[in-house]
């Protein structure tokens, strides 16, 4: 499944098929489809990620994330807006800061590429079986 943060991407955890010469494995790793105004990323790179038609694509749930720390869904969505607002107004003005998600990684923009890091944590919580082929993909 994967999570549409409005106005920045689409989060979501896609099976990867790895051939080695000694066997074939099936890794889960988590990706970042950005989805921001172009206006935005003038002069900027991002890799171009495609997340596969049968992953569902969920809009991001408010009201759970009002349930983690006691406001109102409409405060959260009005803060997230804000939020992604502001991330894409720096970007406009050249301006590269790193924006968080906690215990998931960093979008960051290093000699004016945009992309999102996962931290090993995301990845190894994702992929139990085979994490370390996960984490070299990744």
């Given at each position: 499944q994967g999570v549409l943060v409005p106005g920045l991407g689409t989060f979501a955890v896609v099976p990867?098929?790895?051939n080695s010469t000694?066997?074939?494995?099936?890794?889960r790793r988590p990706?970042?489809?950005l989805d921001m105004d172009v206006s935005c990323l003038q002069e900027l790179?991002?890799?171009?990620?495609?997340?596969p038609g049968d992953i569902v694509i969920m809009p991001l749930d408010y009201w759970w994330l009002s349930q983690t720390n006691s406001l109102p869904p409409?405060?959260?969505?009005?803060?997230?807006e804000e939020?992604?607002?502001?991330?894409s107004f720096q970007l406009r003005d050249r301006q590269h800061p790193a924006f968080a998600f906690e215990n998931i990684g960093i979008l960051s923009c290093q000699d004016?590429?945009?992309c999102m890091q996962f931290h090993c944590s995301c990845i190894a919580g994702l992929e139990s079986q085979d994490t370390w082929v996960a984490l070299l993909l990744t």
């Open positions: 990867e098929e790895i000694e066997e074939v494995y099936v890794v990706v970042f489809q790179v991002f890799p171009t990620v495609m997340i409409d405060l959260v969505r009005g803060c997230v939020t992604i607002l502001l991330y004016n590429v945009l």
